[in-house]
Nanobody, 114 residues
């Protein structure tokens, strides 16, 4: 069973940047697409972006367009979510998910605050 581990969250000031990582226990990202979700306090989990196995990506948040980018390092079995110009409303726990394997990471907390 594949395991996903997120990292890279933390406290950042508005306007700052963070790069989240999702490391898999196997070479899956070149085979399966993956999603980044986030869940803000008191809100439902929402889909942030998808990275296709082909390398294409889709951003689902209007607020994330131009600020969030996805990349992948197949040698490290890791996918990255680069987040720039962070806003307080980006505060949430961010999760990675591989839907074809029904795999979820434990989440990493991002807090955007001055």
């Amino acid at each position: 069973q594949v395991q996903l581990v997120e990292s890279g969250g933390g406290l950042v000031q508005p306007g700052g940047s963070l790069r989240l990582s999702c490391a898999a226990s196997g070479s899956i990202f070149s085979i399966y697409g993956m999603n980044w979700y986030r869940q803000a306090p008191g809100k439902q989990r929402e889909l942030v972006a998808t990275l296709l196995a082909s390398g294409g990506h889709i951003n689902y948040l209007d607020s994330g367009e131009g600020r969030f980018t996805l990349s992948r390092d197949n040698a490290k079995n890791t996918v990255y979510l680069q987040m720039n110009s962070l806003k307080p409303e980006d505060t949430a726990v961010y999760y990675c998910n591989v839907p074809a394997l029904d795999a979820w990471g434990q989440g990493t907390l991002v807090t955007v605050s001055s």
